[in-house]
């Protein structure tokens, strides 16, 4: 799959600026509502990492390797400030290789700014997808669910804390 049309310098949080409002985002919500299409029956949304490529990530590797071994056909979202979500294929491109927006500097105004876009993102893969699966830590398990309740749509949606690989690995071993 080819990257997005995106182009541009790296997205950073800075203090006082809201990285919801950067051109190169605001392109990747309307390139997204537009054009993405999945075939695959489920989506699992994982969170987004400090590392990137996401593929990077522990996490991440975990839930790919344990989706490859039981032979599922999900389609993987990284639930990202301020990407909203980045589907697998796309994680290599710019600019979700690229940026950093840690969630302890979202003010409170920027996370219901999180919570109302992503909602429209969620409507936007759950004409796709027969179930929506998330496996989430605090932060962006109470962003999803408040999205979730807001697109009037229905998430499994799974809490971990210092159980990541086990609550990933579980969830995943449950699809059937």
């Not at 071994?69 to 999900?74: A, P, Q, S, V």
């Not at 840690?102 to 429209?120: A, D, G, H, R, Y």
């Not at 398990?141 to 804390?161: C, D, F, M, R």
Request: proline share 8%.
């Amino acid at each position: 799959m080819n990257c997005p049309p995106l182009k541009g310098e790296r997205v950073i949080k800075e203090k006082g600026k809201d990285p919801f409002k950067h051109p190169v985002v605001m392109e990747w919500h309307q390139f997204f509502i537009k054009n993405w299409k999945s075939d695959k029956e489920i989506a699992f949304l994982l969170p987004c990492t400090s590392v990137k490529p996401y593929n990077r990530s522990p996490t991440h590797k975990l839930a790919y390797s344990i989706a490859k071994k039981f032979n599922l056909n999900l389609q993987f979202y990284s639930v990202s400030e301020p990407m909203l979500l980045v589907p697998r294929e796309y994680e290599n491109c710019y600019p979700f290789n690229s940026y950093d927006y840690p969630p302890n500097m979202m003010t409170e105004e920027e996370k219901q700014e999180f919570i109302n876009l992503l909602s429209v993102a969620l409507q936007k893969i759950a004409e796709f997808h027969n179930r929506i699966i998330a496996v989430l830590p605090k932060h962006h398990y109470t962003i999803v669910e408040k999205a979730e309740q807001k697109a009037n749509i229905k998430i499994e949606l799974h809490p971990y804390g210092k159980l990541a690989f086990k609550t990933i690995s579980d969830t995943l071993k449950s699809i059937k």
